[in-house]
Structures are given as C-alpha cells and as structure tokens.
C-alpha cells in the first residue's frame, strides 16, 4: 500500500513538473510579472468564452451569439481550415443562416481561441501592426478587447476619461462614438504603463509589441512612417515575422487608384526593412440598407463589391494576403449602416488572429 501511494506521490510531482510549471512560466513571464497576479481562466469546452470578461453582464456579448461552434460532420475530418490559404477563402466567402446570426466560413471555419491561446500565437511574432483607416483601427480595438479581457472599455484607455466619459463610450459605444475615438488604444506602451494604477484592465500578455498606425494619404505621412519603423525595423531576429494588416477602403474613399498606391508604398517600406513581414489586406464592409443617401459611394454596396473585386487583384500582386469582411457585414446590425459594434469588431480581431496562427514562422 505504502508503495502504491508513493507511486502516485510521484506521478502527481512529475506531472506537475512537466505540465503546469512550463505553462504557468510563460504565462507568468509575458506581462514581466510574477504568474500570481494572472488569473488565467481555462475555457472549457462549450463554456462562454466571454463570461469572465469585465462587463460581460452589461455588454450583453456571449460567444454563442457570434461564434457557432462547427459540428463536425465527419470525425476524420477537422471542420477548421487546414492552411493559411483556406482560411481566407473560407471566411471571405463565408455567410450567416440569418440576420445577426453568427458568422461561418464557407466549407471550413475558424477557432475561436481562448485569451491563453492567443497569447501563446502572439508569443511568435516580433511585432504586429495595424496600418490604415477607420476599419483596421475597429479591429485593432477588438484585439485589445481580447488582450485585456474587457468588453466595457477594452479598447480604450479609461485612465484618461471622466466618469461620463466612461458611461460613453462603454461596450458597443467605443466602437461606435466618434467622441470614444481620442481614447482609444493605439499601442501597447499606453496600456503597460498604467500597470499597477489600478486605472484600467491590463494585458494578459504583453511580450509581442503592437499598434495602431493611422494611415488616410498617399504618401503616409513621415510620422506614421516612423511609427512603423520603430516598432518592426529594430527588432531581434530579422526572419521572425512581424505581421502588417493594412486596410485604406475608408482612407481612400474607395478609389482602387489610391489604394494601389498605398499598397504600394507599405510593400516598399516592408521590403526596405529586409525582414519578414507578412501582410494582411481587409476588404471593405458591406453597407446597410439604412446607410444615408448623402455619404459615399452613391452606388452603395455595387461600388463596394467592385472596389473590393478590383483591390483584391492589386494586392496579390504587392504581396499581401487578402480577408474580405463583405459577407460577414452583410446580415450585420449597424446603427448608421456603415460602422458596426463590437460584436463583429471581436469576430474580426478573431479572424486576424486566426490568419495569424497560419502563418509560418521558420
């Protein structure tokens, strides 16, 4: 008996040893803080993922109501998309069973990953950075939403707002305000250095480098340009990637001309880094039927459609993948038929980070 006891004594120390301790290392290290002051929440499966999220309550966001978990119809086969190249095409093409309902990808899917998760993916990369117009800056806003495990004010930095400030631009309304704008998050830094005010959600991980990088003209101003080259041009490791998503339908007023240019001008700076960066183009979203008359492109959603068939072609060729985000804004509330709330904003970030998990490293 006394052996058997010993036996298990050991197996628990060994399991241990092997398992939890590596984990809760890298976990721990991420941030530079000890892993006691985490709280990392394990997922399981079927759980909401968003349940302990702050403001879960009074967002009102769970997971089922924009994430369907696929079914798989054949054990043997993964309903998830196997490379970098199915992904795309997958939720570029994919659709939803009806209005607001959740969004899946077209004979394959995406994860939807837990914070941990993402964290280890992010853990691969140099540097990541969202580059262009209002579009990329909403995914950019969900991402910290992720990040920091907040639905309230994710993407903010509320260490800086009022208290009405805050009632304001709360959940959806920080996605949706333009009053919200001049406090959002436009890069890691904002965030790390609050730690310890106890202001504001920090970051579950915070290794990997990122930001927000406003680009609305061609050229890029010399400001943006130089944000750009700060953050990826003097990092270790020139092979380890640092991702670009890119986006300008909204900077350019959807002029494939502009947009060529820029493309462009972001492939060159790239190149001129002689590093590896891999670049993401998002697509435009679709309008609403209650957009206004009054705001362009008059020809609705047939210029969109267009002006997405035509950049997409141009982007290839400057060597940029390309996510379409018309079919997932399609069926999609918005209150002015042009901006969308939080709830696509997250299924965006999560995309992005989806084409970031594909991408090869070595």
């Known amino acids: 008996m006394f052996r058997f006891v010993a036996v298990v004594l050991l197996f628990c120390l060994l399991a241990y040893m092997v398992l939890w301790l590596p984990l809760s290392l890298l976990f721990g290290a991420s941030n530079g803080r000890p892993s006691s002051q985490h709280q990392w929440m394990i997922v399981e499966p079927g759980e909401d993922a968003f349940k302990h999220f702050a403001g879960s309550r009074d967002c009102g ?53 837990s914070t941990s998760e993402i964290c280890m993916i992010l853990e691969r990369f140099n540097a990541i950075s969202f580059i262009g117009d209002d579009v990329v800056q909403s995914v950019y806003a969900a991402f910290n939403v992720l990040l920091r495990e907040d639905l309230a004010l994710g993407g903010v930095q509320q260490w800086i707002m009022s ?5 304001s631009c ?17 890069n890691q830094d904002e965030v790390k250095k609050n730690e310890g005010s106890g202001k504001g959600g920090l970051y579950f991980c915070a290794r990997t480098p990122h930001a927000y990088i406003r680009v609305e003209s061609v050229p890029a101003s010399t400001t943006s340009q130089t944000l750009f ?33 820029a493309m462009e001008e972001w492939h060159t700076i790239a190149t001129g880094a002689e590093r590896n960066i891999p670049m993401l183009f998002l697509g435009p979203p679709a309008f609403s039927t209650n957009k206004t008359a009054d705001t362009p492109p008059k020809e609705r959603n047939s210029a969109v459609w267009s002006y997405q068939k035509q950049v997409s072609v141009k982007a290839k060729t400057n060597h940029f993948d390309v996510l ?10 918005t209150p002015d038929g042009q901006h969308f709330g939080e709830a696509v904003a997250l299924v965006e970030a999560m995309m992005v980070i989806n084409w970031l998990s594909k991408l090869d490293t070595s």
């Open 170 to 186: 709360k959940c959806g309304e920080q996605f949706l305000n333009p009053e919200c704008t001049r406090y959002a998050v436009k």
């Open 324 to 333: 379409s985000l018309y079919n997932l804004t399609m069926q999609a509330s």
């Open 229 to 261: 080259k700060d953050l990826t041009y003097s990092r270790p490791n020139p092979w380890q990637p640092s991702p670009l998503i890119f986006s300008f339908s909204h900077g350019s007023s959807f002029d494939v001309a502009a947009t060529t240019r």
């Open 61 to 113: 966001i769970t997971q089922s109501d924009i994430y369907l978990a696929p079914w798989p119809m054949n054990p043997k086969v993964s309903p998830f998309c196997k490379n970098r190249a199915t992904l795309l095409d997958a939720l570029s093409g994919g659709g939803r069973y009806g209005w607001d309902e959740p969004f899946v990808g077209k004979g394959c899917t995406y994860r939807w990953f």
């Open 163 to 167: 208290d009405q400030d805050r009632m």
